[in-house]
Each structure stands twice: as structure tokens, then as C-alpha cells.
């Protein structure tokens, strides 16, 4: 049972921007609400990153790579956590996830952003 679906994914061009999305079908509100949501992303051949996370709807934290330029946010009326990326870089590529911090549920199927030079 899909308990996480991301999207907004796609091919960019270095400079531009995406709005990446990430639906909790599955959840109440009042458990989205109270989660820690983290979003991560995974180049081929890499390990698993975490690049931002959103802990009581309004603290952020994000990895010093994407520091400036990625803001991650959420809707609870839309059960959806977001992430705005700006001033994409070719070192952006990879699929990208996201889940919340404790427990895990099940991971989604990922969004691919790719940032061409």
C-alpha cells in the first residue's frame, strides 16, 4: 500500500528550477502534523543523501551542498511536503525521496531530477 508518492521530477536545464512533491495518502493529518519530514536523494553509484529536513512544520535543516538554493515546506490541509529547488546544478542529478524521520514508512518510488550543463 503506497504510503508515499513523489513527483515533479524532470529534466532542467543548470539555473532553472523544480518543485518537487511528496503526497501522504495514507496518513491522518495530525500524524503528518507531528512527523519530522526529511527529503534524500541517491546519484548512481552513490549512497543515499539527505539533503533537507522540516521538523514541527517550520524548522529546516539542510545539507551545506544545497544550502540557499533548496527550501523544503509542507501543506497540512494537502498532507504534501514539498521541496523547491533553485539554481539547479548538473551535481543536482539523482532520484529523489522522501520519507519522515522516525518510523520510517515504506519508501515511494522516487522522483528523478535531472540538470543538464
Known amino acids: 500500500q503506497v504510503q508515499l508518492v513523489e513527483s515533479g521530477g524532470g529534466v532542467v536545464q543548470a539555473g532553472g528550477s523544480l518543485r518537487l512533491s511528496c503526497k501522504t495518502p495514507r496518513l491522518i493529518t495530525s500524524t503528518f502534523n507531528s512527523a519530522v519530514w526529511k527529503w534524500y536523494r541517491q546519484a548512481p553509484g552513490k549512497q543515499r543523501e539527505l539533503v533537507a529536513t522540516?521538523?514541527?512544520?517550520?524548522?529546516?535543516d539542510y545539507a551545506e551542498s544545497v544550502k540557499g538554493r533548496f527550501i523544503i515546506s509542507r501543506d497540512s490541509a494537502r498532507k504534501t511536503v514539498y521541496l523547491q529547488m533553485n539554481s539547479l546544478k548538473p551535481e543536482d542529478t539523482a532520484m529523489y525521496y522522501c520519507n519522515r524521520n522516525h518510523p520510517e514508512l515504506p519508501w515511494g518510488l522516487g522522483t528523478q531530477v535531472t540538470v543538464s550543463s
Open positions: 522540516l521538523t514541527g512544520g517550520r524548522n529546516t
